[in-house]
């Protein structure tokens, strides 16, 4: 009978999972949790995003959108700005990030959105876990985002409007 080493035995398997890895056909995801959370594909990084329950779109307040030219004067004067629903589409810039969640920003002024104690706003790109959102898609082609950081998703309802809340995914949270 042939007697095969451990240390060889570990190492056969190992090559083996990396090869089978590599080649597509297996794969293991990060947690349950993480498995339905993905992405925006690579391909669009320019969006608008439309509520499902408001039929509004993601956006800048009126103050932004009237005030855009002046921030190359004064680069401070969106700081905790809130973003807002609005009636017409704005335009997004969705970076990716290696963990598989995104940055968003506004198009027009490079803010990010950032969730923090501060609360929802517009602020700096930092590249912290505030300005950090997984994607969840949901079987009817909507998306929505949950904050890395806080954990909470971006809500649009009409008593509120834009805002952060504990997610539910319920057509308030769901964009399109």
């Known amino acids: ?33 993480q498995s339905e959370e993905t992405s925006i594909q690579a391909s669009a990084s320019i969006q608008t995003f439309k509520n499902q329950w408001t039929g509004k779109y993601m956006g800048s307040n009126p103050l932004i959108r009237n005030n855009m030219e002046q921030s190359a004067i004064n ?20 970076e990716h990030w290696r963990d598989g969640t995104v940055e968003l920003r506004h198009y027009s002024i490079n803010y990010a ?20 959102w997984w994607v969840v898609r949901h079987s009817d082609g909507t998306i929505s985002f949950r904050n890395q950081k806080t954990g909470r998703c971006i809500d649009d309802t009409t008593q509120y409007g834009l805002r952060t809340a504990p997610c539910n995914y319920l057509a308030y949270q769901r964009f399109y």
Do not use: C
């Not at 629903?85 to 704005?90: D, H, V």
């Open 75 to 94: 680069p401070n004067m969106f700081v905790n700005i809130k973003p807002a629903s609005i009636n017409s589409p704005e335009k997004w810039r969705v």
């Open 113 to 132: 959105l950032d969730d923090s104690a501060h609360g929802f706003r517009f602020y700096p790109r930092n590249k912290s876990q505030y300005q950090s």
């Open 1 to 33: 009978m042939m007697r095969i080493k451990w240390k060889t035995f570990i190492h056969g398997v190992t090559t083996a999972i990396v090869a089978l890895m590599v080649m597509g056909i297996i794969a293991f995801p990060a947690s349950a949790e």
